[in-house]
């Protein structure tokens, strides 16, 4: 059983992105954020610990439907995830990629530990109504 609802906002980080995803193939919500998403496969030191979660098929479609506002961050130095994925899933949800420079991986050992505009993002998506 799940707890989303309609007003449910979905924040989605590396392996947290392909989560998201299975929850959007069959839950509504009001919004999706992705950051340095990681889903399909994922080519890293990584991809054997993530290959289930990660490479699997997805029903865009039934995603798109269930959550029509996203918003996609990716850093231009990402040391896991190419620029690739981020832009792949943008072309899957028919949305844009956000560039943050310098922001490696989007955590504390790439020296980013706050994300303004993440926070002003989903500010702007709760107003639209």
């Known amino acids: 059983m799940t707890k989303t609802n309609p007003d449910t906002i979905l924040i989605g980080h590396s392996l947290g992105a392909a989560f998201a995803l299975k929850l959007l193939e ?69 949305t844009t990629v956000t560039v943050i420079e310098g922001a490696g991986h989007f955590n504390a050992a790439s020296g980013y530990t706050t994300f303004e505009a993440l926070r002003d993002c989903v500010i702007e998506m709760m107003d639209k109504r």
Request: charged share 20%.
């Open 26 to 94: 069959r839950h509504p919500v009001r919004a999706a954020f992705f950051v340095a998403p990681a889903f399909g496969e994922t080519n890293n030191e990584f991809t054997p610990l993530m290959h289930a979660m990660a490479d699997q098929p997805f029903d865009w479609s039934a995603i798109r439907r269930n959550c029509t506002q996203t918003c996609i961050f990716h850093a231009d130095n990402d040391p896991y995830l190419p620029m690739a994925k981020a832009e792949e899933l943008a072309q899957h949800l028919h």
